[in-house]
Structures are given as structure tokens and as C-alpha cells.
């Protein structure tokens, strides 16, 4: 179906910058969703960034808004988040993930998701 690959995480320290990226593969769709999540050990995985492929629908966590950008290379099938002002709290695996539905800020409404990538971030 849709196959995702994250990549881009690392360790940094606070206030530093990093950069995800995400690549997608197989069947696509006009109305397909993107989006990002996290979690970290023991906690439950956290909605933080989403947007659709064809339109401006874009949404932030309130606690990254201002922080992170979330963008998209429709000719590469590509969603990236760029995070600025990263803070410890931060600290997760981030997932890339992709709905067939309407762009959701909801974990369940995600059917695809990828392996996940390690951002870590130090005082």
C-alpha cells in the first residue's frame, strides 16, 4: 500500500535545529493526509504536525506552534518537519504517518506509519 521512511533525527542540544524528512512509496491518493507524531518511552504517542498532500489544510500541536514547520514535495512524495527552538521535552520518536482520510490530528485515523526516527535533546 504506502510504504514510508523517516530519517533526520540525532541528538542536539537545546535550541539547536533539526530537520525530518519523510518518504513515501506505492499507491497514493489525492485526498491522502500526512502527518507527524511522537512518543516517548512509556507514553502514548502524541499528535504534533499534519497537512495534506493537494491542499493548505496545516496543523500544529500547541506545543510545537511557532517552533516546527511542517512542509511537502508533492514531485518527491515527500513531507518534512523542520524544528527550530527544539527543548528538551522535545525528546521522542518521531513517526511519519499517512491517512487515506481527511487530514487528522488523530493517531487511529493514521493507517500507515513508518519506522520512526530518534530525536534526542540535551541542556
Known amino acids: 500500500q504506502v510504504q514510508l521512511v523517516e530519517s533526520g533525527g540525532g541528538l542536539v542540544t537545546a535550541g539547536g535545529s533539526l530537520r525530518l524528512s519523510c518518504a513515501a512509496s506505492?499507491?497514493?491518493?489525492?485526498?491522502?493526509?500526512m502527518g507527524w507524531f511522537r512518543q516517548a518511552p512509556g507514553k502514548e504517542r502524541q499528535f504534533v504536525a499534519a497537512?495534506?498532500?493537494?491542499?493548505?489544510?496545516?496543523y500544529y500541536a500547541d506545543s510545537v506552534k511557532g517552533r516546527f514547520t511542517i512542509s511537502r514535495d508533492n514531485a518527491k512524495n515527500s513531507v518534512y518537519l523542520q524544528m527550530n527552538g527544539l527543548k528538551p521535552e522535545d525528546t521522542a520518536v518521531y513517526y511519519c504517518?499517512?491517512?487515506?482520510?481527511?487530514?487528522?490530528?488523530?493517531?487511529?485515523?493514521?493507517?500507515?506509519w513508518g519506522q520512526g526516527t530518534q530525536v534526542t535533546v540535551s541542556l
Open positions: 497537512c495534506n498532500w493537494s491542499g493548505g489544510n496545516i
Open positions: 506505492g499507491r497514493t491518493f489525492s485526498n491522502l493526509g
Open positions: 504517518a499517512a491517512t487515506r482520510r481527511f487530514v487528522s490530528t488523530t493517531t487511529s485515523d493514521y493507517a500507515y
